[in-house]
Antibody
Framework: QVQLVESGGGVVQPGRSLRLSCAASGFTFSNYDMDWVRQAPGKGLEWVAVILYDGSNNYYADSVKGRFTISRDNSKNTLYLQMNSLRAEDTAVYYC??????????????WGQGTLVTVSS | QSVLTQPPSVSGAPGQRVSISCTGSSSNIGTGYDVHWYQQFPGTAPKVLIYGNSNRPSGVPDRFSGSKSGTSASLAITGLQAEDEADYYCQSYDRNLSGSNYVFGTGTKVTVL
């Protein structure tokens, strides 16, 4: 069965960096686009970034563009999110999600359990 | 700032029908991009409830249904049950002058009275 397991969350000071990981299993990881979606405490879902199945391209929400970098290692079935210059408003649970992309827009058919990132001094 | 608007809350008695709207624009739903719906219980990850506007993944009860028209979409729950009390989010794709990205609705809390 499909499993997505995030790790790397924690408490970090504003301006510092953090790297999240998402270990995937139960499907052919290299065949699918993958995303990060976050949810601030008590708030709604916010899409963060997507990386294409082969790592050839990635796209970001305006709120993280230039600060966050999504990457993947298909040999390790692992997705990453490098977060730099963190701000208080980046505090959220970060989910990795498997993307079923199509030319009519994709959706997220499997989600990890999430990892909490708290940006605070 | 979500580009898809949902009512903050809806409620109904067990057995009743409730509907959740998802209002977009010509840069997302109105362009022809599909709408998908997720159910989320407190402290857990979202789960896809409806994909491709009106399709249910296996295991999702048929009391959940989705539709799309113009720049809006709707999720209906018929025969509301206590276990349907959760948060619901619509999701689509948006393409405008500043770029393209996935977008979520503002979210709706369903309360079973």
């Amino acid at each position: 069965q499909v499993q997505l397991v995030e790790s790397g969350g924690g408490v970090v000071q504003p301006g510092r960096s953090l790297r999240l990981s998402c270990a995937a299993s139960g499907f052919t990881f290299s065949n699918y686009d993958m995303d990060w979606v976050r949810q601030a405490p008590g708030k709604g879902l916010e899409w963060v970034a997507v990386i294409l199945y082969d790592g050839s391209n990635n796209y970001y929400a305006d709120s993280v563009k230039g600060r966050f970098t999504i990457s993947r290692d298909n040999s390790k079935n692992t997705l990453y999110l490098q977060m730099n210059s963190l701000r208080a408003e980046d505090t959220a649970v970060y989910y990795c999600a498997k993307n079923l992309a199509s030319n009519r827009g994709g959706y997220f058919d499997y989600w990890g359990q999430g990892t909490l990132v708290t940006v605070s001094s | 700032q979500s580009v898809l608007t949902q009512p903050p809350s809806v409620s109904g008695a067990p057995g009743q029908r409730v509907s959740i709207s998802c209002t977009g624009s010509s840069s997302n739903i109105g362009t022809g991009y599909d709408v998908h719906w997720y159910q989320q219980f407190p402290g857990t990850a979202p789960k896809v409830l409806i994909y491709g506007n009106s399709n249910r993944p296996s295991g999702v009860p048929d009391r959940f249904s989705g539709s799309k028209s113009g720049t809006s979409a709707s999720l209906a729950i018929t025969g509301l049950q206590a276990e349907d009390e959760a948060d619901y989010y619509c999701q689509s794709y948006d393409r405008n002058l500043s770029g393209s990205n996935y977008v979520f609705g503002t979210g709706t809390k369903v309360t079973v009275l």
